[in-house]
């Protein structure tokens, strides 16, 4: 996800408003904290040193580094950065995780290092922090799933309200189309093959047909 600087004002209203996120390194630039504030013209200076993702020789040593097993990386290896802010929301602390897998099994093959940014007044442990980043997978299915064919984001709402109101809806709809998965047929267009387990997808493609009576499982 994109983090900017109103993601960071927001999150500091919503003060239990946690956020992982990806950065790309070739563009990413964030700064240390300024331990002694010094004044330049009218304006404080309050960055400390450039932390460039692309170049190691900004980073300086990381506040902790784990090694791990990993059942399909085999070795991980996570280092921690803390204390950093990003250039516009100098009042908002980042910790910066860098994920590398290391040992004698990496190859040309292995994935490269991946960033990772946790905004939040308590991040979890170093082991799980990363996990939960991948995790973000099933949710993007999800989102896709929800404005594509529950028409999340296609209704134009006068407030903000019904517009909550209507997110809401969303995991409802989400769910009895799961539970409906055992009492509707699978209704394939005639390129696409059958399922025998439906999924939320094939589940909204046959539903309409269970209620209008031209396929059913049972009575």
Partial sequence: MTVNTATLRSSNRQRGLQLIYYYDCAR??????????????DDPIV??????????????EPTDTLELEDSKWVTVQIQHWSGLHFRLAAIH?????????????????????????????????LEQT???????FAVDHWNRFAKQRLHWTLPNFSTTELAERWSELMPLL??????????????PLPWQKSQTELTLLSCGSGISSYFSGDSHTGE
């Avoid at 994920?99 to 960033?115: E, L, N, Q, Y």
């Avoid at 990363?130 to 973000?136: N, V």
């Fill in 28 to 41: 990413t630039c964030v700064y240390g904290v300024l331990h002694h504030l010094t004044q330049v013209r």
């Fill in 93 to 125: 602390p980042l910790q910066v995780l860098r994920i590398t897998v290391v040992g004698k099994h990496v190859s040309k093959r292995s994935p490269k290092p991946m960033w990772l940014g946790w905004l939040g007044e308590s991040m979890p442990v």
């Fill in 174 to 187: 989400s769910w009895q189309l799961w539970l409906a998965r055992e009492i509707v047929q699978d209704n």
């Fill in 130 to 136: 990363w996990r939960c980043y991948l995790r973000r």
């Fill in 47 to 60: 960055h400390g040193n450039k932390f460039k993702l692309a170049d190691s020789s900004t980073w300086g």
